[in-house]
């Protein structure tokens, strides 16, 4: 099996759980990219624990679902954003999240994998990853 974007198979993966209720989900395959995005999460208070089983191929995450997520995914094109743009209220952060200090939107930034409230704090843009509320 191909697998072109392991995020997005990761998050699709969260929301059907969470649609189902269900207490856990395994996602595979891990990437850097995603233990990253879920750590975002886990700060958030919207994911329980997590952890990274090493299958000897592509590795698996074991996450507990806490049940807060509404809606999560990501986003496509990864959109590059500016401190200024982040700062402020734009259209595309509208598009995302249903109000304003509803959600968060993940951002790859200098710093790492932040938050859109933690890039703010750190005066630094980045490049759009994800979104949840």
Same mark, same amino acid.
């Given at each position: 099996?191909? =697998?072109?974007?392991?995020? +997005?198979?990761?998050?699709? +993966?969260i &929301?059907? +759980? !969470?649609?189902?209720?269900?207490?856990e989900v395994v996602v595979w395959p891990a990437s850097k990219l995603t233990l990253n995005v879920l750590k975002v999460l886990q700060r958030e208070g919207y994911i329980g624990e997590f952890e990274y089983i090493d299958d000897?191929?592509? $590795?698996?995450?074991? @996450?507990?679902l806490l $049940?807060?997520?509404n809606k999560i995914? #990501? @986003?496509? %094109?990864?959109y590059p954003v500016k401190h200024r743009e982040l700062a402020e209220f734009p259209e595309w952060l509208k598009r995302?999240?249903?109000a304003y200090n509803i959600g968060v939107i993940i951002v790859s930034t %200098? &710093?790492? =994998?932040l938050s859109h409230k !933690? +890039? #703010?704090e750190k005066q630094t843009g980045g490049v759009l990853l994800a979104y949840c509320y």
């Open positions: 099996m191909v =697998v072109m974007d392991t995020l +997005a198979n990761a998050l699709s +993966a &929301y059907n +759980a !969470e649609i189902r209720a269900k207490k000897g191929r592509w $590795g698996k995450i074991k @996450i507990q $049940g807060r997520i995914g #990501v @986003i496509k %094109p990864r995302y999240l249903p %200098p &710093y790492g =994998v !933690e +890039a #703010v």
